[in-house]
């Protein structure tokens, strides 16, 4: 039974490739006494392989246990769909770790950064008792992007918005922002905008071997990224992609 002295450890682990954890990360996956591992259904396998790689290349002993990940109810609105599906998830956390019967610290892999566009903070704040959270940075795929690039986040004297597809299609580009970075998009909402003056930086798979880059004005490459992308997904079974826009 997990009681208020129970750590938790979120270890952000970038974009799947281990040669990008940290060496904190790396020291806090062989000081964990386990290791939660979700698994995310039929073809996406990659996945937790990938999350088994990183814990390998650590040395790591720590207890193995893998979970099921749910799958969001498409027919709630959408906030209440992600409450609900935060609950599950936490659920089968919990379930995990009392089925493990193993004392000390319990460490989660993180894709980017906990901190940064994942829930995987508010997950933990649902566990009962409340454990101690601790958050090890990672490498985020913004930075992973503009690496890849070989590109500066800002303009000078510019400002960064960094938003999600969901939020793109509805409200467009602020007002006034010059960059804008895009997570969290399965349907290429650049597609919603007057691509007259905009440049996109758009990369998937990054840090890894499947890594796939394109780049240039918006209204040039936009079909290539869309077809692309598509042709990646069906190959492999899941992408993870992100983009950066910039205007004028």
């Not at 995987?120 to 930075?143: E, F, N, S």
Request: net charge neutral; with cysteine.
């Amino acid at each position: 039974m997990m009681n208020t002295a129970r750590k938790i450890w979120l270890i952000g682990v970038g974009t799947g490739n281990p040669a990008h954890v940290t060496i904190e990360g790396m020291r806090a996956l062989r000081d964990a006494a386990l290791i939660l591992v979700p698994h995310k259904g039929q073809g996406k396998d990659d996945l937790a392989e990938i999350r088994y790689r990183i814990i390998a290349a650590s040395g790591s002993q720590a207890k193995i246990v893998h979970f099921e990940y749910p799958k969001r109810d498409p027919g709630l609105p959408y906030q209440e769909r992600v409450a609900s599906w935060h609950d599950e998830i936490a659920r089968r956390w919990q379930a995990a770790i009392a089925a493990a019967q193993t004392d000390g610290p319990i460490a989660l892999l993180v894709w980017g950064d906990p901190s940064l566009y994942d829930s995987t903070l508010r997950i933990a704040a649902r566990l009962q008792p409340k454990p101690a959270v601790q958050v090890v940075p990672g490498i985020t795929a913004i930075q992973a992007l503009t690496a890849a690039h070989a590109i500066p986040l800002n303009v000078v004297n510019g400002s960064v918005h960094i938003t999600t597809g969901r939020r793109l299609r509805a409200d467009g580009i602020p007002q006034g922002e010059d960059t804008v970075v895009v997570m969290l998009d399965g349907q290429c909402s650049f597609q919603s905008l007057d691509p007259e003056g905009v440049h996109i930086w758009w990369g998937a798979y990054l840090g890894s071997d499947k890594q796939r880059l394109i780049e240039g004005p918006l209204g040039e490459v936009g079909n290539d990224i869309v077809q692309t992308r598509a042709a990646a997904r069906e190959k492999h079974g899941w992408i993870m992609d992100i983009y950066l826009l910039r205007i004028g």
